[in-house]
């Protein structure tokens, strides 16, 4: 039978061709079989009706903590809440103990990840002033989706802080580098403005001359050897002004948090479970990254999932950790956003599907084509909903949106052709494939 679907998207407005369509998509196994009107046959149906079907939304920084700290997450815990929020694919991040830093490190994360992940996923190969022959050869790995540089110390001890062993790695790298930029010195040199007990002393101590000293530097020396780099979690308006200038083969990210989070209301509010490296600020650099969004100036929006214990948060700062688990509320929040009219929901489906396939090269992925991977997302914009606490599938139970209510909601996520949430209930096992490159 030449209609041998395994599922059916029924009266869907699908985003197709940069346009939205009503229309159907029947999947054969994991691929997209047919778009068109299509006939019932035995296949399950989802009917769409009212609802707005995604190509599979990618969240490109997540920090699912295994090995090392599975207290607060693992591969497993940290896939349910991707896929709980709507989110197909992710790429993981290596400051892990230890550090996802050699070919064996690599490969044991791989097998960990069989079988017991639902979402998609690959791993980023972590950067270090010793590594650079592994480094040379990374575009060879499979379920890898580039190197990690920590230019600046935050979780973990992957670190390369002097900027002849930055120049190292990025002249070595042998795949897109993705930079966690913070100057190391000067965060060295500011810790005098660290306030025990004062979270708001976060931002100061690590203060917009920290992160835009360092971006203007790995941006001088990828240009300098020609390598594509991408600057994770921008936080400044100064960063903003310096990218809004043409900056060949350099890209960067925004989190949900900086645009939706800003002090001194966020730590006054929140406390130590605002506190994330680099830090939010002050309304000025929020205004500026939503400048950012609208100029088009960003290339994607990762949640920077970075999560802890309650208990761990609720220690006196600094000894409180910095990050917060962000993957299942990245697309509740953005399309809040979009109802609001911060950004249309073209500009957020090129920012969570398609630039992360066209800048590190996912194939099938990112659009809604026959042939390609079966993974959408399936979102309802007139839903809305209080994000609670007990909703969080990550292992850590809390996340900084607790009762936040927002008006666009995931209703079912399809990773590898199978419903695996469909109305915020996690209806399958853990199937979640490498991405390839």
């Known amino acids: 039978m030449s209609d041998n679907y395994s599922l059916i998207i029924k009266n869907g407005s699908c985003y197709i061709g940069g346009k939205f369509q009503n229309t159907d998509i029947a999947l054969s196994r994991s691929k997209i079989k047919k778009i068109g009107k299509i006939s019932l046959n035995n296949a399950k149906v989802i009917d769409a009706s009212g609802k707005i079907v995604l190509p599979g939304v990618i969240d490109t920084q997540v920090h699912f903590r295994e090995p090392g700290a599975n207290d607060a997450e693992n591969l497993e815990s940290g896939s349910r809440a991707a896929i709980a929020g709507g989110v197909t ?3 993981e991040m290596p400051n892990t103990n230890p550090p996802t830093s050699t070919f064996r490190e690599f ?6 990840a069989k079988n017991r992940m639902f979402c998609n996923y690959a791993f980023y190969f972590g950067a270090t002033p010793d590594n650079m022959k592994e480094l040379s050869s990374v575009n060879t790995l499979e379920g890898c989706c580039g190197i990690k540089l920590f230019a600046g110390s935050s979780t973990g001890n992957l670190l390369v802080s002097q900027e002849k062993d930055i120049e190292k790695v990025i002249s070595n790298s042998s795949k897109i580098i993705s930079v966690h930029s913070e100057d190391e010195n000067i965060l060295l040199s500011r810790k005098k403005f660290i306030k025990e007990g004062d979270v708001t002393s976060h931002p100061v101590w690590r203060n917009e001359e920290c992160a835009l000293e360092s971006t203007k530097r790995v941006v001088r020396l990828a240009q300098k050897y020609k390598k594509k780099i991408h600057i994770l979690h921008v936080t ?16 960067f990210e925004i989190t949900p948090q900086h645009l939706t989070l800003f002090a001194p209301d966020c730590y006054e509010k929140l406390k130590t479970l605002s506190q994330m490296n680099p830090p939010l600020r002050s309304k ?4 500026r990254l939503w400048d950012a969004v609208e100029q088009s100036l960003v290339s994607t929006i990762g949640s920077d999932h970075a999560p802890h214990t309650k208990e761990e948060k609720n220690r006196k700062y600094p000894l409180s950790p910095s990050g917060m688990p962000g993957v299942q509320t990245l697309l509740p929040v953005m399309l809040d956003h979009v109802n609001n009219g911060k950004l ?15 800048l ?4 099938n992925k990112g659009y809604i084509k026959e042939s390609y991977d079966a993974d959408l997302t399936i979102v ?10 007990d909703w969080i599938e990550s292992k850590c139970g ?8 927002v008006k666009g909601f995931p209703v079912a996520t399809i990773v590898n052709g199978e419903i695996v949430m469909e109305n915020s209930k996690i209806i399958s096992h853990a199937k979640g494939k490498p991405l390839n490159f």
Request: net charge negative.
């Open 360 to 363: 590190f090269g996912i194939k």
């Open 89 to 91: 694919s992710v790429f």
């Open 107 to 112: 490969k044991n994360k791989l097998t960990a």
């Open 284 to 287: 000025d650099h929020y205004e």
């Open 344 to 358: 249309k929901i073209e500009q957020l489906i090129k920012l969570v599907c398609e630039n992360p396939c066209d």
């Open 398 to 405: 809390w996340t900084p949106f607790n009762n936040y209510k």
């Open 380 to 389: 309802d914009m007139n839903k809305e909903v209080v994000i609670k606490d």
């Open 236 to 251: 400044t308006k100064q960063e903003i002004d310096f990218f809004s200038e043409k900056r060949d083969g350099v890209t």
